[in-house]
């Protein structure tokens, strides 16, 4: 075996190893990976989104993006599931919509396969909307502005302070 020979393998099974260790970091080892924030800001912007029934007294809706394939997504089901029964055994319901850039019968799909009950499920540009990761989720009042928004799978202070928000906009 040449010495170029040789090099190029030494050159590649490196490479390689690297490319295993970073695979599994990223698989087994990403407890500060979630980012906390994505793109532009949500609050105080308005989310227009065609077909969403916002409340017509003043309160607050929940609004959550999201891809099917999304792994972040997935895990946050149980979390959603959990706002989801709060919120309907509320005196007044806080509205929950689902919108991704998916079509809406695999959004559907999606969300019947978790045994949510959404008030809407929506197809929407995420650029329009300025959502730049998912999942997304934020609290909007009754004209659409956005007034906390959560990015990632949320820590448990997060999904804490959110249900806090369910149950008083409830009351």
Request: positive net charge.
């Amino acid at each position: 075996m040449s010495k170029l020979e040789r090099t190029t393998h030494i050159s590649l099974i490196i490479v390689s190893l690297a490319g295993l260790a970073a695979l599994v970091r990223h698989e087994f080892f990403q407890t500060s990976s979630v980012p906390r924030r994505s793109g532009p800001e949500l609050v105080g912007r308005r989310l227009a989104v065609p077909g969403m029934n916002l409340p017509k007294n003043p309160g607050l809706a929940l609004v959550v993006a999201v891809n099917s394939d999304c792994h972040f997504c997935i895990e946050s089901l149980p979390f959603y599931r959990e706002v989801d029964r709060q919120r309907r055994i509320a005196r007044t319901p806080v509205p929950l919509f689902f919108v991704s850039a998916e079509p809406v019968e695999r959004l559907r799909a999606f969300v019947d396969g978790a045994e949510l009950s959404p008030d809407g499920i929506i197809s929407v540009d995420f650029r329009a909307l300025g959502v730049s990761a998912t999942p997304t989720l934020a609290v909007i009042d009754s004209a659409g502005i956005v007034k906390q928004a959560f990015y990632g799978k949320l820590s448990e202070q997060d999904a804490r302070e959110l249900l806090t928000v369910v149950n008083k906009a409830a009351l």
